[in-house]
């Protein structure tokens, strides 16, 4: 089992960023690919960004050139920044963990809005 703990999200202004932050514990070391992925009201869950674990990275063409993942693999932790954001990135951003054997894990979410 991976438990993931996410935080960073809130109320932003347009052109201002934010930095999301999520927390990996429990059986870690099954960790292949972390990602974070986004969902608005009305709307289906979308893959913003992926790295895994030798830090190839995936965007959304979306917010490529606006937002970067990291990740620490010492601390378990992967990041979002996201710049210059903009009202349409408004949603519920959840962080995924995907296992070597393709199982998901998923955190609780957290709320990013983005006001104009």
């Known amino acids: 089992q991976v438990q993931l703990v996410e935080s960073g999200g809130g109320l932003v202004q347009a052109g201002g960023s934010l930095r999301l932050s999520c927390a990996a514990s429990?059986?870690?070391?099954?960790?292949?690919?972390m990602g974070w992925y986004r969902q608005a009201p009305g709307k289906q869950r979308e893959l913003v960004a992926a790295?895994?674990?030798?830090?190839?990275?995936n965007y959304a063409d979306s917010v490529k050139g606006r937002f970067t993942i990291s990740r620490d693999n010492a601390k378990n932790t992967v990041y979002l920044q996201m710049n210059s954001l903009k009202p349409e990135d408004t949603a519920v951003y959840y962080c995924?963990?995907?296992?070597?054997?393709?199982?998901?894990?998923w955190g609780q979410g957290t709320q990013v809005t983005v006001s104009s």
């Open positions: 995924n963990a995907a296992t070597v054997k393709a199982t998901n894990y």
């Open positions: 429990g059986s870690i070391f099954s960790i292949n690919l």
């Open positions: 790295i895994s674990r030798g830090g190839i990275t």
